[in-house]
């Protein structure tokens, strides 16, 4: 599972690269990049972006 940072202003980036990618304007590899650069983290697999993707209720 992803580790987001604590943050209202990160999770409204993070809410906007979701729905970028639930209406095709990124790739899965775009987003994975986007929120691990977001919250700070070294690396977002494709894979991992994609279960929180679909575990949050996006398609």
Same mark, same amino acid.
């Given at each position: 599972? #992803?580790?987001? $940072?604590?943050?209202?202003?990160?999770?409204?980036?993070?809410?906007?690269?979701?729905?970028?990618?639930? /209406?095709?304007? #990124?790739?899965? $590899?775009?987003?994975a990049k986007k929120i691990a650069?977001?919250?700070?983290?070294?690396?977002?697999?494709? /894979?991992?972006? #994609?279960?929180?993707?679909?575990?949050?209720?996006?398609?």
């Open positions: 599972m #992803i580790e987001f $940072k604590k943050s209202n202003a990160i999770a409204t980036k993070d809410k906007g690269v979701f729905n970028d990618y639930a /209406d095709g304007v #990124i790739t899965a $590899k775009q987003g650069d977001n919250n700070e983290l070294e690396d977002v697999s494709e /894979d991992e972006f #994609i279960r929180m993707v679909r575990w949050l209720g996006y398609r």
